[in-house]
């Protein structure tokens, strides 16, 4: 399952359960979170680098389903 946003460039960005949670737990403890107020302090809980780890693991799975 994938679970993102489109940023303000039309790129979509890759969010893990973990930061998902993250904000989750954010918005409870401050109760009410302005949009603004989020956005500005998303990139706390999302990492916006991309992920050289999950390049050589989908050429791995690949490389067991043709084997």
Do not use: C, T, W
Request: net charge negative; glycine share 6%; proline share 1%.
């Amino acid at each position: 399952r994938l679970s993102g946003v489109m940023d303000d460039r039309g790129k979509y960005i890759y969010i893990s359960l973990e930061e998902m949670q993250a904000v989750a737990d954010y918005i409870k403890r401050q109760g009410r979170v302005s949009i603004s107020h989020l956005a500005s302090r998303s990139n706390q809980f999302i990492d916006l680098e991309p992920k050289v780890q999950l390049d050589s693991e989908l050429g791995a799975a690949d490389a067991v389903l043709v084997a």
